[in-house]
Structures are given as C-alpha cells and as structure tokens.
C-alpha cells in the first residue's frame, strides 16, 4: 500500500490532470457529435456523416420538434420536482432523497382517486371538476407525507453531521416505497383513460402538441408563478429566506423557524403532489419505483440550475428533460451507438456529473441563501 | 450510576401524562393496523412459533403493545431531574396506551366487516377479518383486540415494578423461546448432525414450531442462564479486558482461532439451504467489508458501490464464460478463474479511479448522488444494445464454469458448502486488511478526513489521495465479491446489480456498525442471514414480502436512535454523541481531564 502511496506521491495534479483529460474527451464526445449531426443533417449520405454511421439520417423538422416538446414537458416536470429539493436544500442545506416518494405518493392518491371517480362515472361525466379534485386530494397527501416525514426523520437529526440526515433520507424513500408495495401491491397500476379533447394533438401556432403534455407545461409555469410569488413577496418567503441565510438570526428576529422548515416542505411536498398528477395523465401508470428515478433526475435538475436557486430549479428541469430526449439522437446516434433510446437515463446522470465537474454551482448560480456550504 | 440515585416517590395513578399517552396510543393504533394491511397477520400465519397457540403472524401485532406499554413508563434519567420511583401509575400508562392500540386494531375489524376496500388495498381480505376476529364473529373479535391490547399494555408497564434481574429474566427467556422457534431450520439441522436429534424433537414439534414442552426447557434454561450464566460472561469479558500485553496478545489469538476453527467446522455440519445462506452472507460480508473502509473509515458515501461489484462479475464471466458476447475477438482466451481474477484486480482498481478522481472533490451529497448515478450509467451501459455484444445485454453472461482448485473441487452454485470456504478465504483477507489499514497510517488518515477534512489537509495529508486509495481498495473488495458471484450463480445479469443492492450493504453497514469490523460481520450475518439479500432468500424466507420494508424502517430508525451502529465503534460513537458525552462529563466534574479519560471503552449509552 504504501507503495501506491509513493507512486501518485506527485500531490492533486494527477487528479488535476485526470480531469482535465475527461473534461476534454466529454467535450471532444459532444462537439463531434453535434457537429456529425449537422453534416447528417445537410446531406445524410456524405462521407463524414457516414463513416461512424452508415444508418443514420439524421431528423425531420417534425421529429425534432416533436423531441423538444417531449423533452420540455418531461423538463417542467423535473422542474416542479426539482423545486422541493432545492428549497430543502437551500433551507435546510441537506438532499431530501425522499422526495422523489413524495411524488410518487401523490401520483399512487392520483390513480387511487381517479380510479375510484372512474367507477362512479365522474371521470368520464364531469372531467375537469374531478381532476382539480384529484389534483387538490394529491396536494393534501403529498404535503402531509412530507411534513411527517420532517417531523419524524429529519427534525431529530438537525444539527447532526452531514451525512446522517441523507442516509436517513434514503432510508425514508425505501421505507415509503415498500409501504406501497406492502399496502397497494408490487404491480404496475394504470389510470383510467383521458377524455379525448384532451389528449387530442393540437396545432397551436405553428406547434402542434398533444393536450397532456400542454397542460404539463401550463401547470408547471402556474405553479412557478406561485411559487415565485409566495417566496418574494409574501411575509412567509420572506422569513424563508431569512431561515435560509442564518436560521439562528432568523429566529432572533422573531419568526418560527420550525415552523418555517415545516412550510418549506409543505411547499415542496405540494409541487411534488401537483407533479405526481402530471405524471398519471402524462405516461397513465405508476408503480412503487415511479418517485425513484424522477426523484433523482429532479435532484440534478435542481443541481443543474444551481441548488437553492427556485428560478435555476426550473431552468435545470427544463434543460435536463430537453438533454435526455434530445442528446441520445443529436450527440450519441450520429456517433453510431445503437439502441440510444435506452441511454437517456444514462444521458440524464452524465449531465449531472459534466454540470457538476464544469461547474458545480450550477447555471445559475446557488442562490435562496448566500451561505458558503463548501 | 442510576442505581445510586436517590428516587422521589412515585406519583398518583391519575397524574399522567395524558397527551403523551393518547400520542402513544394512536401511533400503536396505526402501526397496528398497518401491520394489518401490510398483510404481517396473514403472511406469517403459517410460521408457527408455539404449538398450537402461537404463530408469528400474530406476534406480528403482539409484541408492539408489550414494547410500547413499557417504553411509555421509562424516562430519560436526567442528572439534576428529579426522577420518580415507578409504580402503579406505569402501569396505567401502559394499559391506556395499549388500550388505544387495541382500540385500532377493533376498529379495523369492524371496518373490515362492513366496508370492502379492497381495490387500492391489496390486503383488504376475507382472510384478515376471519384470522382478526379469531373465526369467532365481529363482536367477538372487537371485544378481544381491546382486552388483548390493554392487557398486554398493563403487561408492558407492571414490567417497571419487578427487579431489573427479574425483568432481565423475563425478556431474556421471551426473546430465548423466540429465537429458537424462528432459527427452527438452522438448530434441527445442527442438532442432527451432532446426534441431539432427541433434543430437537424433544423441544420442536413434528410440523413445525416449538411444543409447548420445548418453550417451557427453553425458557428454563434461558431463565437460569440470565440469573447465573450471564454474570459470568461479564465476569470472563472483564477479565479479558485487564489481560494487558501479552496475555491479552494471547487471549485475542485464542480467541481467533476459535473463530477460526468455528468457521471451518460450522459448514460441514449444516445442512445445503443453511450454506447457501453462509454463501450469501459471505459474499454480502465481502462487499459490506469493502463499503466499511469506503464509508466506515473513510467517510465518503458511495451509493454506486454495486458497480464495483459488476464490474467483478462481468469480467469474471467474460474471460471465463464460452458464452460471452460476439462481439469479443477469438483470440481473447477463456481463462481459468484465478486469472481472470488478476484482471478484475487490475479493472476494479481503474474503475474506482475513474469514478473516484471525478467526484473526490465534490461535497458530501453531491458526491452520493453522482456515485449513484456512476452505478446505473454502468449498468445501463451491461444492458445497452450499444456493449451488447461484449456483454450479452439483458440476457447477459450465461454458463460462467466454477471456480476450479487444483484439481481438488470445482467450486459452483451447486456446492454451496464450497462456495462459502472460498468467500470465507476471501472475507478472511479483506478482514485482515481492514484491520492492519485501519491500525496503519492511511488509516488514521482516513479517520482523520472523516472527522474534518479541512483540518486533515493542515496536518499534512493529502486529501484527494487519501480518499482515492479507499475508494479503490473498496472497489477491489467489492469485485472479489463479483467475481465470486459470477461464479456461483453461473452467469451475470444486468438486473443482478440494480440500486437496490447498493442501498442494501449500505444498510448492513451502517446497522451493523460503520467503522468496525465486528458490527459489520454481525449486520451481514443477522439482516443477509436471517431476512435475505435483495433478492436471495434469508432464513426466515416468509419474511421475504417484507424484508425491503424492514430494511428501510431499521435505517430511519438506527439513524435517529442509535446511529453508530449494533456495534459500534468507540471513536465514531463519540463523535455523533459528543454533546451527551461532553454534558455528561461537564455535569460529573470530568471535563477538566480531557476527554480521553472518562470511562475509556466504555461510551454512554443513546
């Protein structure tokens, strides 16, 4: 051992190096494919498009449009995910890896109620009245489930050391997961079918888009709109912020910082309630595992557009959901790797760790408290 | 300590607490009717503990009155807070508390009978309500869970009246007769190959379960072993820790070989299910030990440790496997294992570079979650159509052959017991060099990373590769493990090396003890052993439905309760309770001689 220790005995810049080697290739990786593509694009039988790949060619206008819009609605998503773990994270500094359950509860109320609305006729009958119930029914529960588990898990653990309130968050999302599949059964469930004006393509401008994934992006810049107002202009954002930037000083200026941290996941718990709705009419099947990789994919979301930062959280979910749907066909196809399609998650935690390698801040900057967290 | 204190006298039966109480009472009403729906009841119906009168299945909803009627008398002794003697007012507590309790579990019955919900709640059975209300009517059923509930509560709480030996006693020989009818395999098994067979049927019953005979000795012998024999186990433990120098030196080489001999002897007297559990333990051990320097000593959590580990069993598989995927050049010859082994050294130690150099920097969390996220980009690359060709994509490697030793054995799944001596070898190098790391200077160092890095990096120590050499060591570890697997199972899968795995030696870590070597062997043996692997059956393999729950309840709750671990190590205890131990030093006058003096091994408690 101590040989090894003598050989890399040159300190950092071998690491150093290291990474500026990855940096390079992954750059190198990304340009080239992009740059194979546009050739591709020109004219898919020229001879640098084909060398790395003879069956490539290239998009449509259509498909491409089709991959953004995909991306973007799957993006806002992420978006209103990622907005519960970057508010946690920038109260109370920690990554809630439960919260991706918590939107996997709401989307399990979801299925439960719709289906429950769908054998008493009141799904196909009076649709929009019963999805703001569903969605209202999901909120409640989702916003109760986060704030028990802040009372029960993390409270007790505040101001213990780092990694202790993470690991117990990881035990929180598999305990809620396997409460899901102990109570509602290990198997796929589906929910009842949409109405057709509503899943219908529609041409608005000159986008045409599918029903679901429109209102997916309408909600998602609803609830942002409310979000930003309830953090910048309410006495309660207010005091959050201040609970972000010094929680002792926040409590000596009067406000509860309880009760603050309680709010804080109120909030996050509803986005994620409002996000698990999406999720059921968007794909219309949820299983136990539903929160885990949204969940995730959420998390870089909010590390993409800087942790802490509400506006960044958005950003970064829409920035990631484009990448993941875009980049397997821009990046990776052109470079003649097969079955893309299957590496879009692959794609989504590569965009983590190149934001986090280049820039670990985010696009935009951590914000909510100015608090160095190094 | 507390046994010195003088105690005020007891309070009055009717000065309570009654919002602690009513608290209690609700969470033991919906933990029970959780057990319920969960299908607990049901499931483990079938596992009988006492016959005729006791199956699990209604332990499940009986030991948590019990627990909870005496945990609602117990205090937090304070120095400096006046505590009260215990007496009847404990036992009121514990009665109103399990009366509540019992209270759900009626209610259950009762909406049972009359609503059916079966729809989102799959447990939702005929079943559930017949085994509730003891096949004998709804009215009957309510009026037994209130008399259960209470009863046991009162139970729970006169607990606090009798003698702390009595209570030792009683607990003692409870938990004595529950354990032997749940390792009901494990014991017959070895009673049978040491010609005890007329204990075994002398305590067991024919069909399963402990006779009602049997629970009585047990319960004797355990009973006689709480009053006498465990004082005498602490007088050998205490003898043991004055033995200094070389007797000590001795005593710990004794101690070893027992071990030692013990695991080499235990295999040949169990029975095939029993050794393929050893077999799971082991390589589960293995990986836990590899995650123990990652995590344990080195403070850096990895969630993406399973890579490692698929990246052990696919090498493993694809220099040794005939099968392996086409796109391989011919000229790559199928080796023998203990080759293809010197490989997946030299591979699993890249692979820790390459994903360690990246995120060695990074915080804390950032760095788990983009571990994590290595972990599946691994093996979503095994299962891509994309490296299909080199590893067989979702039908993965297939007819990987054992491991051949010298002519002497062929070592494969179908031969569990030699499965577990050559996971035991390899457990038995990786517990030898955790050990020396952690008594040498990289493992100081580790240790002091862990405790701060900013300030380790003032002492002197080179952080980064510190932190490096224990992810590669980890990593190693972890691919001997993969490659023991590929060989046992005879092929590898993308879907063998999900999350799940890593989330669960992480749990076995860290329940076991982060950061000693002792805990991490008891966690592997008790929750591998006894619940199962993520997807390898444990001893109690009616348990499977539930063991994912368990584990993820058991994690929340060693976090909030007792973080270090079962058995834990006595630095790292230190840390996470510095502000008890620093208080309770303040408070005894203590604090002036340094915290190294104190009650040296001895750390106090939660």
Redesign the interface.
């Known amino acids: 051992m101590t040989t090894a220790m003598k050989a890399k005995a040159a300190p950092r810049t071998g690491v150093d190096w290291f990474l500026l080697l990855i940096k390079s290739v992954m750059f190198f990786f990304i340009a080239t494919g992009v740059l194979l593509f546009i050739f591709q694009q020109i004219d898919p039988g020229n001879p640098i498009a084909s060398r790395l790949n003879d069956d490539a060619t290239g998009l449509t206008a259509d498909q491409f449009e089709g991959l953004v819009i995909a991306g973007l609605s799957q993006g806002a998503m992420y978006g209103l995910i990622a907005l519960g773990y970057s508010m946690v994270y920038g109260v109370l500094g920690f990554i809630n890896f439960a919260h991706g359950e918590v939107f996997m509860v709401g989307a399990m109320t979801g299925m439960i109620t719709s289906n429950k609305l769908h054998e008493a006729g009141a799904w196909e009958s009076n649709f929009v009245p019963s999805l703001l119930f569903i969605v209202l029914l999901s909120i409640v529960v989702s916003t109760l489930t986060a704030v028990v588990m802040e009372r029960v898990a993390y409270r007790p653990l505040r101001g213990s050391p780092r990694l202790i309130p993470l690991i117990t968050s990881i035990g929180v999302s598999f305990f809620i997961q396997n409460v899901s599949v102990v109570l509602l059964g290990p198997g796929a469930k589906s929910y009842p079918a949409l109405p057709d004006w509503l899943s219908k393509k529609r041409d608005i401008w000159f986008i045409s888009i599918e029903g679901t994934r429109l209102l997916v992006v309408l909600v998602a810049a609803v609830s942002m709109v409310g979000l930003w107002y309830l953090v910048e202009r309410t006495k309660t954002g207010k005091a959050m912020r201040a609970v972000a930037e010094d929680k002792e000083i926040a409590s000596l200026m009067g406000i509860n910082v309880n009760r603050i941290i309680v709010t804080t996941f109120a909030v996050g718990g509803a986005m994620a309630g409002v996000a698990g709705i999406l999720w059921g009419i968007m794909f219309r099947s949820v299983i136990h595992t539903t929160g885990f990789l949204p969940g995730i994919k959420a998390f870089s979301a909010a590390v993409v557009g800087g942790i802490g930062n509400l506006n960044g959280a958005m950003a970064g979910g829409l920035s990631l959901g484009s990448a993941e749907a875009i980049a397997p066909l821009v990046i990776l196809e052109p470079w003649g790797v097969s079955g893309v399609s299957q590496l879009r998650d692959a794609v989504a935690f590569s965009v983590l760790i190149l934001v986090l390698l280049v820039k670990p801040t985010g696009l935009f900057g951590e914000r909510l408290s100015s608090e160095d967290r190094g | 300590m507390t046994d010195t204190t003088v105690l005020a006298p007891a309070r009055g039966v009717l000065d309570q607490d009654w919002r602690k109480i009513v608290n209690y009472g609700l969470l033991l009403a919906l933990a029970e009717v ?1 057990i319920a ?3 607990m009841p049901v499931g483990l119906d079938d596992f009988i503990l006492i016959e005729p009168i006791l199956s699990l299945g209604y332990v499940s909803l009986l030991w948590l009155p019990l627990l909870l009627g005496y945990s609602i008398g117990t205090e937090k002794v304070l120095e400096g807070v006046t505590s009260h003697a215990k007496g009847a007012r404990e036992v009121v507590a514990g009665a109103c508390v399990g009366l509540i309790g019992g209270g759900g579990v009626s209610g259950l019955v009762l909406l049972l009978d009359n609503f059916d919900l079966r ?5 939702w059975s005929p079943q559930l309500l017949a085994l509730l209300a003891f096949d004998n009517g709804v009215g009957y059923g309510v009026g037994v869970w209130l008399a259960i509930g209470g009863g046991l509560g009162l139970l729970g709480g006169s607990m606090h009246l009798i003698a702390p030996l009595a209570r030792r006693v009683v607990s003692t020989m409870v938990l004595a007769v529950v354990g032997v009818a749940v390792l009901e395999t494990i014991l017959s098994d070895i009673a049978e190959d040491l010609f005890l067979e007329w204990l075994a049927d002398w305590i067991y019953f024919i069909r399963g379960g402990v006779s009602l005979h049997g629970a009585a000795t047990v319960a004797v012998v355990a009973g006689a072993y709480a009053v006498w024999g465990s004082k005498a186990v602490k007088g050998a433990k205490a003898s043991y820790q004055a033995l200094e120098g070389v007797e000590r030196k001795q005593a710990n080489k004794v101690s070893i070989a027992v071990v030692v001999a013990a695991t080499i002897l235990l295999p040949l007297v169990l029975g095939k299910i029993t050794n393929e559990l050893l077999a799971n333990v082991g390589l589960f051990l293995l990986l836990a030990l590899g995650l123990n320097i990652v995590i344990g000593l080195a ?1 850096i ?1 990895d ?1 993406g440790y399973v890579a490692f580990f698929a990246v052990g069993g696919y090498t493993t598989a694809i220099l040794t496997s005939p099968n392996r995927g086409d796109s391989w050049p011919t000229w790559i010859p199928q080796v023998w294992w203990v080759v293809a082994l010197m490989l997946v050294i030299v591979l699993a130690g890249l692979t820790g ?1 390459f994903i360690g ?2 995120v ?7 760095l ?3 571990t ?3 972990g ?2 691994i093996r ?2 095994f ?4 490296l ?1 060709g080199f590893t067989g994509g979702a039908q993965g490697v297939t007819n990987v052959p054992g491991v051949q030793v010298f002519g002497l054995a062929n070592v494969r799944g179908t031969d569990p017991r030699a499965v577990f001596y050559l996971v035991a070898f390899f457990c038995a190098i990786a517990i030898y060099v955790s050990w020396r ?1 952690e008594k ?1 200077r ?1 493992g100081r160092a580790w240790m002091a990373v862990r405790e701060d890095e900013s300030v380790a990096e003032a002492m002197g120590i ?1 952080t ?2 510190v932190k ?2 224990a992810f590669v060591v980890g990593a190693v570890l972890a691919s001997f493990s993969g490659a023991i697997f590929a060989a046992k199972v005879g092929s590898v899968f993308p879907t063998s090396f999900i ?1 799940l795995v890593s ?1 669960v030696i ?2 076995v870590v ?1 329940v076991g003890g982060m950061g000693n070597i002792a805990g991490v062997v008891a966690g592997s043996v008790v929750l591998i052993g006894v619940l199962g692997g993520p997807k390898q059956p444990g001893l109690l393999q009616e348990f499977s ?2 063991k ?2 368990i ?6 709750w060693m ?2 309760k007792r ?1 270090e671990g079962l058995i834990p190590n006595v630095r790292r205890t230190r ?2 309770h510095q502000d008890e131990f620093l208080q309770d030093a303040w408070l005894k006058g203590q604090i002036d001689e340094g915290d190294e003096t104190g009650d040296g091994g001895e750390v106090a408690p939660a």
Request: proline residues 5%.
């Open positions: 959780f729906l969960a299908n729809d989102p709640l799959v447990n403070g959590l969630l570079l150099a990246p060695i920097r990074m915080r804390g969390d950032y788990a979650i983009v994590l996220g290595f599946e980009i979503l690359l299962l891509s159509d994309w299909g790391l040498s990289i080179n980064v590769n490096l050499l999350i989330i992480l749990i860290i439905e539930f994912l729950l584990y993820g309840a058991l994690l929340v976090m909030l973080p840390e996470l």
